[in-house]
C-alpha cells in the first residue's frame, strides 16, 4: 500500500534513495551547527568554514561534465544490449563509442584531480599562512592537506558514477549517494566527539571516497567497467567535436547562475546589514534545499529521457515528461506551503526561529520565485537531454539582468528592492523567454 501511494506521486527507488540522501544532507547540516559550536573554538570554527570555502573551487574543474557523461553515455547505452550484469552486446561502434567515453573519464580528470590538489595545498598555505593573526597556534597544516587530497580523489570518482548513471544504474548510484551521506555525517560527529577538530572535514571527505571507491572496486561494477574500457575500437566520441560545444554552453550557463545567487548576501551586507544577510541566507538554503528535493524526481529520469530521445520515441518521452513535472510541481508547493505555515506558526509564537527568516512578504515572492524555477528547470534538462544548450543566452542575459538589479535596486532600496527585481524579472522574463525555448527547440528537433 506504501509502495503504491507513493508511486502515484512519482516516487521509485531512484528519486527515494535520492530525496534521503538530501534529508540526511540537510539533516546532517544541523548536527554539524551544533558539533561546531561544542567542540570547535571560534578559531577554529573560522578555519574550518574557510576551509570548505577555498575547496568550492573544485565546481570550476567540473563545469557541467558530470551531467554531460550520464546523457552522451544513455545515448550510447540504448543501442546495445545487456547479456549479463557485466557485459554488452551490440554494435561495435556504440560499444567503441561507450568506451572512449570511459577512457575519457578516467584520463581527463585523473589529470584535473592532480592539477586540484596541486592547486588547492598552495592556495591552501598562502592564504592561511597570510591571514593567520591571531590564530598562530592552531594546526591547520596537515588537516588542510587532508581535506585537499580527499576532495581531489573524489573529483575522480564523481564522473564513474555519472558515468554508471548513463548504463541506466540510477537507483543504484542513488542507494550508494545515500549510504555516503549518512555515513559522512557520523564520520564527522565521531571525530569532532573525540576531539579530532579541523580534521572532521578531510577524514569525512575521505571515507566518503573510500565508500564510493570500494562500491565499485569490490562488486560487479569493477568487472562491466573492465568489459567497457577494453572494448575500444577506431570509432570514439571525439570531445571537440560533439561534447565541447555542448559543453562550454552548459559551463557559461551554470556560471551564469552561480554568480546571480551569490551576488544577494554581499549586497545586503553592504547596504542593510549583517542581519539582513543572514536572514536572506537561511531563507534561500530552505528554498534551495525544497528546490533540490523536488528536482529530483526530473533528475533521477536524466538517462531514461536520453535514450527515448535517442530512440526517437518523442510521443512516450513527452508523456514521462509532462508526467513528472505535475509530481514535482505538487512536492514543491507542497514543501513551499509547509516552509511558509512554519515560518508563520514560528513568529505568532514568537519562537526565536522565525526570527532567523526574511520577513513574511519578501519570503512569500522568493516562495513564488522558487515555484516558477521549477519550470524553467525541467523545460532546460529537457532539451539538455539533446545534447544541445538552448538556454545560453537565457541564462547569460538573465545574469546580467539579475547582477544590475541587485546592485542598483539594493543599494536604493535594500531588500526590498533586491526581491522585487528578482521576481519581476523571474516571472515577466525568464518564465515566458524559457517557454518560448521550450516550444521553439521542441517543434524544431521532433518535427522540424
Known amino acids: 500500500m506504501i509502495k503504491k501511494n507513493l508511486s502515484k506521486i512519482g516516487i521509485d527507488g531512484a528519486i527515494g534513495y535520492t530525496v534521503l540522501a538530501r534529508i540526511i544532507q540537510a ?7 551544533a558539533l561546531i559550536a561544542i567542540f570547535l573554538s571560534k578559531e577554529e570554527q573560522g ?32 543501442h546495445l544490449q545487456w547479456i549479463t550484469a557485466t557485459e554488452l552486446s551490440g554494435s561495435k561502434e556504440y560499444l567503441s563509442r561507450l568506451s572512449s567515453l570511459l577512457h575519457f573519464c578516467l ?3 585523473s589529470v584535473l584531480a592532480f592539477i586540484l590538489f596541486i592547486i588547492l ?3 591552501g598555505f598562502i592564504f592561511f599562512n597570510k591571514y593567520k593573526q591571531g590564530a598562530a597556534n592552531i594546526q591547520w597544516q596537515l588537516p588542510w592537506i587532508l581535506v585537499a587530497l580527499a576532495t581531489s580523489l573524489m573529483l575522480v570518482i564523481n564522473p564513474l558514477l555519472a558515468f554508471f548513471e548513463g548504463l541506466g544504474k540510477v537507483k543504484e548510484v542513488a542507494k550508494i549517494r545515500f549510504v555516503q551521506q549518512t555515513v559522512n555525517i557520523l564520520c564527522i560527529a ?25 562500491s565499485i572496486l569490490l562488486t560487479y561494477r569493477k568487472n562491466l567497467l573492465l568489459f567497457i574500457y577494453y572494448s575500444i575500437g577506431e570509432i570514439r566520441v571525439d570531445y571537440w567535436e560533439e561534447i565541447f560545444p555542448y559543453q562550454w554552453k552548459i559551463a557559461l550557463s551554470w556560471v551564469s ?43 533521477t529520469k536524466i538517462p531514461l529521457m536520453s535514450s527515448l530521445i535517442a530512440e526517437k520515441s518523442y510521443k512516450k518521452l513527452d508523456t514521462i ?32 526561529l522565525g526570527q532567523r527568516f526574511l520577513p513574511i512578504f519578501p519570503l512569500i515572492l522568493l516562495c513564488i520565485v522558487t515555484f516558477v524555477n521549477q519550470f524553467i528547470f525541467s523545460w532546460a534538462t529537457y532539451l539538455r537531454c539533446h545534447k544541445q544548450e538552448p538556454f545560453l543566452v537565457n541564462s547569460i542575459v538573465g545574469g546580467i539582468l539579475t547582477a544590475s538589479s541587485t546592485f542598483l535596486l539594493g543599494n536604493f532600496f535594500g531588500l526590498m528592492g533586491i526581491v522585487l527585481g528578482y521576481t519581476c524579472l523571474t516571472i515577466f522574463v525568464g518564465l515566458p523567454w524559457g517557454y518560448l525555448i521550450f516550444k521553439t527547440k521542441k517543434k524544431c528537433w521532433h518535427y522540424g
Open 321 to 352: 515528461f509532462n508526467k513528472t513535472v505535475s509530481q514535482l510541481s505538487f512536492i514543491n508547493i507542497l514543501l513551499i506551503g509547509v516552509f511558509i505555515v512554519l515560518v508563520v506558526g514560528f513568529n505568532y509564537l514568537k519562537i526565536p
Open 27 to 33: 539533516g546532517g547540516g544541523l548536527i554539524t551547527l
Open 190 to 214: 565521531l571525530v569532532f566527539v573525540f576531539h579530532g577538530s579541523l580534521f572532521a572535514l578531510g577524514i569525512a571527505s575521505f571515507v566518503s571516497f573510500l565508500i564510493l571507491m570500494g
Open 257 to 299: 547562475g552561480y554568480f546571480i545567487f551569490q551576488l544577494f548576501n554581499p549586497v545586503l551586507f553592504a547596504t542593510e546589514g549583517a542581519v539582513v544577510a543572514g536572514k536572506m541566507g537561511m531563507t534561500l538554503q530552505a528554498l534551495n534545499g525544497i528546490s533540490s528535493l523536488s528536482m529530483s524526481w526530473i533528475s
Open 107 to 109: 584520463k581527463v580528470f
Open 121 to 123: 595545498t598552495f592556495s
Open 47 to 78: 578555519y574550518y568554514y574557510t576551509f570548505g570555502s577555498i575547496i568550492a573551487i573544485q565546481v570550476f574543474f567540473e563545469l557541467g561534465l558530470n551531467g554531460i557523461i550520464t546523457q552522451y553515455v544513455a545515448h550510447e547505452t540504448v
